[in-house]
């Protein structure tokens, strides 16, 4: 296999175990993912060796249903990042032009899917981390409802808002993987028993879309918004009737996220001192300062600003003005999409607010970055599930329609990609 | 507005070493993203949180585990079945 992309960091070619619907399918899977006996970075420099004593719980129903583990995919270090340019092995390129980012954090799976190395890969979405990349890649993503994927082996970045999930060059794939992996599993405590049939059939006629009017708002290109529009046109024209709508708290969304996530991965990333695994601590210094020293060498700035971010938010006098006002958003966030989704089948809206940035655009100012998951983020904050599915160019690149669903809807959001793959 | 004392001691409690010309930068790009966050203090608490999550109890049953062996595979300098750590006193 030839990675013109720097899509892989690892290539193997481990055959599955089982002959099940994923018999002799080559998947690729994203780094943060554990993988017995391959090693598993997150694209950081701290895990590099790292070799995982244990499949995470997908890995083991893949290899079940016969699936080949077709390498390790770049992506942001950790899943800090919408761009894969936070890899500390260097950036992902996105198959569409070379010159461009892939999104992120998923890169590496989106660029390996995109370029036809492998049918499909396996990523996972935080805040937009599927969808991103599958928008500028020009692919199909989903991000689960929570709970709905085991997240057993999955390296924590922000476990209250991340799922595993399928990417794929078409809708058919997707639902086909997100059938072997979705389903109860006891070793993560947040699992619940929703498996899928994969029994994904086009359907969209008379189903009621809500158009929330903040998906079009200032910050979206004009073309981008166009091309997605007009895909909204095609799906009434498939029977669907649509209604605009507005989810007021969607101006907390970004800051409630950030703030949350942040939070977390300082809790999580405490582990990486390089004891247990990583690359070792100068044992005859005191703790602190060994620590220390291992810490700045082995994490990439992203990773550090989340961080001191998240150590700010939960330090003595800042927890009430950020921690607990961002609970209460995500909470007003959800209510949201609940109310509308009471009303509406299904909510669509661009996946991106843009279309996939040159190398090096985003990088120049974190707070821009933050800014291109405004439209992705929403729906980490209220759990329910969303696909990217690749609707018309704009400026001569790629861009996703996203599908919001209600929570644990996944077979109506296939069902409605499909119809909406098939007419175009 | 945050000083760079203060990211400074942020960086000491989550034992992150960073450099003199980071901490300039570091602390310019907190601002911009508190001054960001700070649209969260607009926010009026009208209702309590809803804590929907129930404790998932298991049996405390003994069932197959990581070896010793495959535990300390990945330690930087395991001795006598045990992990190598700096000194904490």
Request: aromatic residues 8%; charged residues 20%.
């Amino acid at each position: 296999m030839t990675d013109n992309y720097n899509a892989y960091l690892n290539t193997t070619e481990i055959p599955g175990t089982g002959s099940g619907i994923l018999k002799g399918i080559r998947v690729s899977i994203k780094d943060n993912i554990s993988t017995k006996d391959i090693e598993t970075t997150c694209a950081s420099k701290i895990l590099k060796g790292y070799i995982p004593p244990y499949d995470a719980h997908v890995i083991t129903l893949l290899k079940a249903a016969g699936a080949t583990i077709a390498g390790k995919t770049n992506m942001d270090e950790f899943g800090m990042g919408s761009t894969t340019e936070n890899s500390a092995f260097g950036p992902a390129l996105n198959p569409r032009d070379l010159t461009r980012v892939t999104g992120g954090s998923s890169g590496g799976s989106a660029a390996a899917v995109s370029a036809g190395l492998v049918p499909m890969a396996l990523g996972s979405d935080t805040g937009g981390s599927i969808r991103c990349p599958a928008a500028w890649c020009g692919i199909v993503g989903l991000k689960p409802s929570y709970g709905r994927v085991s997240r057993f082996g999955l390296i924590a970045y922000a476990n209250s808002f991340e799922q595993i999930g399928p990417m794929a060059a078409n809708v058919r794939d997707a639902a086909k993987l997100f059938s072997v992996i979705a389903g109860h599993d006891k070793k993560d405590s947040t699992s619940v028993s929703r498996p899928y049939d994969g029994n994904v059939v086009a359907d969209i006629k008379g189903k009621i879309i809500g158009i929330p009017k903040e998906y079009f708002a200032e910050g979206v290109d004009k073309d981008v918004a166009a091309s997605v529009r007009e895909a909204i046109g095609k799906l009434e024209e498939l029977g669907a009737k649509t209604t605009e709508i507005s989810l007021p708290s969607m101006k907390y969304a970004l800051p409630a996220y950030y703030v949350t996530c942040t939070c977390e991965a300082s809790s999580n990333l405490d582990r990486f001192d390089g004891v247990r695994y990583g690359p070792g601590p100068e044992t005859n210094l005191p703790w602190h300062e060994a620590y220390t020293k291992v810490r700045e060498a082995g994490f990439g700035p992203e990773v550090k600003r989340r961080i001191l971010l998240g150590t700010f938010a939960l330090s003595a006098g800042y927890y009430g003005k950020y921690y607990v006002k961002a609970q209460h958003a995500k909470q007003l966030i959800a209510k949201d999409f609940a109310r509308a989704l009471k009303t509406c089948d299904l909510l669509a809206g661009p996946t991106m607010p843009n279309v996939a940035p040159k190398i090096g655009e985003l990088t120049v100012d974190p707070l821009l970055m933050y800014q291109t998951d405004i439209l992705t983020v929403p729906v980490n904050i209220a759990g329910i599930p969303a696909i990217s599915v690749p609707c018309k160019t704009a400026h001569g690149l790629p861009v996703g329609l996203q599908l919001m669903g209600r929570m644990f809807g996944e077979e109506s959001l296939l069902n409605a990609a499909l119809a909406f793959e098939e007419a175009v | 507005m945050v000083k760079e004392s203060e990211v400074l001691h942020i960086a000491e409690l989550a034992d992150i070493g960073i450099s003199s010309p980071e901490l300039g930068k570091f602390t310019e790009q907190f601002n911009s993203i508190i001054e960001y966050f700070d649209i969260l203090d607009t926010l009026e608490i009208t209702e309590s949180l809803e804590r929907p999550l129930v404790n998932v109890f298991r049996e405390d049953e003994i069932t197959p585990c990581l070896s010793q062996e495959d535990a300390l595979k990945n330690s930087h300098a395991p001795e006598d079945g045990y992990i190598r750590a700096p000194k904490v006193i």
